[in-house]
């Protein structure tokens, strides 16, 4: 059994950052985020594994979002920039033990989420 524990959501303007981190309460080799706005599906953010030398992105996010961990401490990091009103949703750390190229099928394990809401 994975746990994962997000911090670092809350609320923000409009072309402001916002830094979420993850920590797991054991080593694992592919962590990632995912997110779900109101209404909306849970939507693949970012993914990296467990060196760092491979990580993905959504298309949403490309470019103004970098996924990092830190292994020492079980961690992984999401520094968001240039946030908009649509990036306003619950976060979610992920798990999978299927890779970094991953889809909600692939998680094993889900965190239990972190608000982002970013004001116009």
């Known amino acids: 059994q994975v746990h994962l524990a997000e911090s670092g959501g809350g609320l923000v303007q409009a072309g402001g950052s916002l830094r979420l981190s993850c920590a797991a309460s054991v080593s694992v080799y592919a962590m990632g985020w995912f997110r779900q706005a109101p209404g909306k599906e849970r939507d693949f953010v970012a993914a990296i594994d467990y060196n760092g030398d491979y990580t993905y992105y959504g298309d949403s996010v490309k470019g103004r979002f970098t996924i990092s961990r830190n292994n020492a401490k079980n961690a992984i990091y999401l520094q968001m920039s240039t946030l908009t009103p649509e990036d306003t949703a619950v976060y979610y750390c992920?798990?999978?033990?299927?890779?970094?190229?991953?889809?909600?099928?692939?998680?094993?394990?889900w965190g239990r989420g972190t608000q982002v809401t970013v004001s116009s």
């Open positions: 992920a798990v999978s033990h299927r890779g970094a190229r991953m889809a909600i099928g692939d998680i094993d394990y």
